[in-house]
């Protein structure tokens, strides 16, 4: 498994922005394809974005931040990003990175994820 580590949650009034960072000491990030995940107070986790392991295929899987949320990486850095905008209060969750040793995310279902951060946790409030 892949040691991922989130940064960057925290407060932020509604319509703020927070950018979110997944690393690892323990591997390179640019073999695997990774995913951000949310899980809300007694909501299950739900997948929010994946990017490929080159950066070229994006998938957005929640509806609800298209246009507001943006996934990247930096392979160099052995960094993958998600940058979040126009922040809501339903944006509210524990976010995880996880990563898959697969090119792209296509097809993946959460499961599929074998190595999960400990998760950051985001609260939108004023």
């Known amino acids: 498994q892949l040691p991922l580590v989130e940064s960057g949650g925290g407060l932020v009034q509604p319509g703020g922005s927070l950018r979110l960072s997944c690393t690892t000491s323990?591997?390179?990030?640019?073999?695997?394809?990774i995913g951000w995940f949310r899980q809300a107070p007694g909501k299950e986790r739900e997948g929010v974005s994946c990017i490929s392991s080159s950066g070229d295929d994006i998938i957005e899987y929640e509806d609800s931040v298209k246009g507001r949320f943006t996934i990247s990486r930096d392979n160099a850095k052995n960094t993958v990003y998600l940058q979040m905008n126009s922040l809501k209060p339903e944006d509210t969750a524990v976010y995880y990175c996880?990563?898959?040793?697969?090119?792209?995310?296509?097809?993946?279902?959460?499961?599929?994820?074998?190595?999960w951060g400990q998760g950051t946790q985001v609260t939108v409030a004023s």
């Open positions: 323990g591997g390179t990030l640019g073999a695997y394809a």
């Open positions: 996880a990563a898959v040793r697969l090119r792209t995310c296509k097809n993946s279902a959460q499961k599929d994820f074998g190595s």
